[in-house]
């Protein structure tokens, strides 16, 4: 059986390749194995995300903001996630929490602005 690193490598490969399964299956193995991999979490929120999964979605970004709070990536990846569940207030709140962390990011910002038009808190 491939190490945590040979797993995590595997399901980065997959999702990049667009292999979503494979993906999903090898980072579903690696946060089983490490629970403080904040970056397959990452990655399995994407990978679910990509399969229209979002409610898994929110919950391995989740898990990886749990472990790196202060990362604005992980924010703006749950953001889009309750963006497409259609639960735009959180996803404000979220792209807020992103921007907090890393004023200068652009697609946050523009997520944001965007989201705030549609619901009119212009």
Do not use: C, W
């Amino acid at each position: 059986m491939p190490d945590t690193a040979e797993q995590y490598k595997l399901g980065v490969e997959a999702f990049k390749a667009g292999n979503t399964d494979t993906a999903i299956e090898a980072l579903e193995e690696v946060t089983r194995l490490d629970h403080q991999n904040h970056r397959a979490f990452s990655y399995l929120g994407a990978a679910y995300a990509a399969k229209g999964r979002f409610n898994a979605a929110i919950g391995a970004f989740k898990q990886a903001e749990q472990i790196a709070p202060r990362v604005a990536s992980i924010h703006f990846n749950i953001a889009q996630a309750y963006e497409a569940s259609g639960i735009p207030n959180e996803a404000e709140y979220e792209y807020e929490r992103a921007l907090e962390i890393d004023p200068n990011y652009t697609r946050a910002r523009e997520a944001l602005d965007v989201l705030k038009k549609k619901l009119g808190h212009v």
